[in-house]
């Protein structure tokens, strides 16, 4: 009696295991996807990419191939150079740029806005200042990519255009 009365509970204590393991289990999942989809969310929030796409400078069509695009270098006049100063604690720095934007020759408007692109270099020359004093001068070459993809999305936005595809900072140098 002693015998089957042990089995009686454990087969109880078993189904009870059972049962408080599948109520763990669903709720564990349910949790899961809550914290997936508020990852997801927070991901999109700070524009980073779930997926791992790399081509955060593309200008969302797609990928373009390296002969599709043509390269213009941003003048200042007559010099390719661009110099930004920066006034901190009675000093004067200057941070010296040298900019290129990529265009996309495959784009619907890449011939009218090239021309407009090849015009108002002074005012791509100014959305690059202002775009490069939105950092301190010490911290210009560790947000390289941060100021590239911010010169990008003005200029797209000032020219209305999709045919600017990428925005290289070739050269930066500190003094």
């Known amino acids: 009696m002693k015998k089957s009365m042990l089995s009686v509970v454990n087969l109880a204590i078993s189904i ?47 990928a373009v191939s390296v002969d599709d695009l043509e390269y213009v270098s941003v003048k200042n006049g007559d010099d390719d150079k661009i110099t930004v ?22 784009a619907k408007d890449y011939e009218a806005k090239s021309a407009s692109i090849n015009n108002g270099m002074s005012s791509i020359v100014s959305t ?28 797209q936005d000032q020219f209305q255009t999709q045919a600017i595809y990428t925005v290289t900072l070739s050269q930066i140098l500190v003094q």
Request: aromatic share 6%; charged share 15%; no cysteine.
């Open 16 to 62: 009870i295991n059972l049962a408080l393991t599948v109520v763990l289990t669903f709720s564990l999942v349910t949790t899961n996807n809550k914290t997936n989809n508020l990852i997801s969310k927070v991901a999109e929030i700070i524009d980073l990419d779930v997926a791992g796409d790399t081509s955060s400078t593309a200008s969302g069509s797609g």
């Open 85 to 106: 100063s920066y006034t901190s604690g009675g000093k004067t720095h200057y941070v010296v740029l040298k900019v290129n934007i990529g265009l996309n020759k495959k």
């Open 128 to 155: 690059v200042t202002t775009e490069a004093l939105k950092y301190s001068y010490d911290s210009v070459t560790s947000n390289k990519t941060n100021i590239e993809a911010s010169i990008l999305k003005s200029l």
